[in-house]
């Protein structure tokens, strides 16, 4: 009799993205690679897919061609009728969900990893959804512990109005992984290395779990987005500051009320406003100036986690 706290069902059938952002190589590098030669990503008793989600974008080396692909997995753009006038990635999210989904149905994949790069200096990163899942914080805190030395920091995007409707959200179980720093268009070896480590100890992870091994009770450190902070702009809408030497590159590390966050050609400094110490995260990401997000602030959680097993043993 299992004295584990949370049965989960055997974990059948895994994706792993890589493209999801044609100017993000890494993925798109390492799912092309799988796709001829998968024997790594095999583990007896699991179905798992490389797939390239955008190759249009990927074609190009572009981050998209029409609108963020990793922003278009709402109900309402999955629900729309396909016509040619959508945009290019709303009907590549529609052949998506339908290949790997439907989403929020019990048919779709069980684990979708997404390959992704940043230019900011994140180092590697696991991207959490759900606060409150047992077996995705097992699993990060496998992976975590795994990588050591290495630091991997885990970046929780439940939020009731920063949380976006990703490409992997249509499976049961969505994990990004965030590997930087890295320039768009660009392939680094260390960058790889590391990405394709997360891989490997995310699927022994599954592998283990598929078998019958029992993971006890674990908490893991979490860093949780609050807000999302725009450059300082003139009345014309246009950048007037960039961020400050002191603040780049200093991604996870306590930011203070008062630090230097923005600096302007005339140099004056812009002061971290509030009263609560944060942690940046995609600081001076290249992707964001789009979105208009100079960086993200965080503050820093601990999640637990009660022991799982799997059902079938």
């Avoid at 999955?78 to 052949?95: C, D, F, I, T």
Wanted: glycine share 6%; with cysteine.
């Amino acid at each position: 009799m299992t004295s584990c706290h949370v049965a989960k069902e055997p974990i059948k059938k895994v994706a792993i993205f890589g493209g999801t952002h044609g100017n993000e190589l890494t993925g798109v590098f390492l799912v092309k690679h799988w796709l001829t030669n998968g024997a790594e990503i095999q583990r007896t008793g699991l179905e798992v897919k490389p797939f390239i989600t955008n190759p249009r974008a990927v074609e190009k080396c572009t981050r998209y061609i029409d609108c963020d692909l990793n922003r278009v997995f709402n109900l309402e753009n999955l629900g729309k009728r396909m016509s040619e006038n959508l945009p290019y990635e709303v009907r590549r999210a529609q052949e998506i969900n339908h290949l790997f989904g439907p989403k929020n149905s019990e048919d779709g994949y069980d684990i979708i990893f997404d390959l992704h790069n940043t230019t900011s200096n994140m180092g590697c990163t696991l991207i959490l959804e759900d606060s409150r899942n047992d077996f995705l914080i097992q699993m990060f805190h496998y992976i975590k512990t795994s990588l050591a030395p290495l630091p991997c920091y885990i970046y929780l995007i439940d939020h009731p109005s920063l949380k976006y409707a990703t490409t992997r959200s249509i499976a049961k179980y969505p994990v990004g992984i965030e590997v930087g720093p890295q320039p768009q268009g660009v392939l680094r070896a260390d960058i790889l290395d590391q990405m394709r480590k997360m891989i490997k100890h995310a699927l022994d992870f599954i592998y283990d779990f598929n078998e019958g091994k029992e993971f006890p009770p674990c908490a893991i450190e979490v860093y949780k987005i609050i807000e999302k902070v725009d450059y300082p702009r003139n009345e014309s809408g246009e950048i007037e500051a960039v961020i400050h030497p002191n603040l780049q590159d200093q991604d996870w590390k306590p930011l203070h009320p008062g630090d230097p966050v923005f600096v302007s050609l005339d140099g004056k400094m812009i002061p971290l406003g509030g009263d609560c110490t944060v942690y940046p995260v995609f600081v001076n990401e290249a992707a964001y100036y789009e979105k208009k997000e100079a960086f993200a602030k965080t503050i820093k959680l601990t999640l637990s986690a009660k022991s799982i097993c799997s059902s079938f043993h």
